[in-house]
């Protein structure tokens, strides 16, 4: 079974809820939503990367959270939301998710 990337969990965390917190007008709701899937990625940033990058995507993500609010008065919520969840998403696709690339050896002339 394929496992969900850690950068969609993440973006999903911060777009969903930020939705579920606006579509049920219940903050905590949203708030549950942005935990459970915080501490999902964390778990899978964790295991893919190690514990120090862990630790920093944690701290992206927990920052992504608070800095869409002072942008949300800038650009509005929605390209606020949809802005961090993307910058968190690349940076843990980058750190944790991305296939390491494989080098393969040249064939010596001759051989």
Known sequence: MAKVPSAVVAASGLVGGYGVARWTKKRQLGGAVLAVA????AQQ???RAGGKAAGALTAAYVAAFAG????ARKVGAWPAV???AGA???ASW???????QEVTALPRPGA
């Open 45 to 47: 940033w964790r295991e």
């Open 94 to 100: 980058a750190v944790a998710d991305r296939k390491p």
């Open 68 to 71: 869409s609010h002072p942008l």
């Open 82 to 84: 949809l802005g961090v």
């Open 88 to 90: 968190v998403a690349l």
């Open 38 to 41: 915080g501490a999902a990625a």
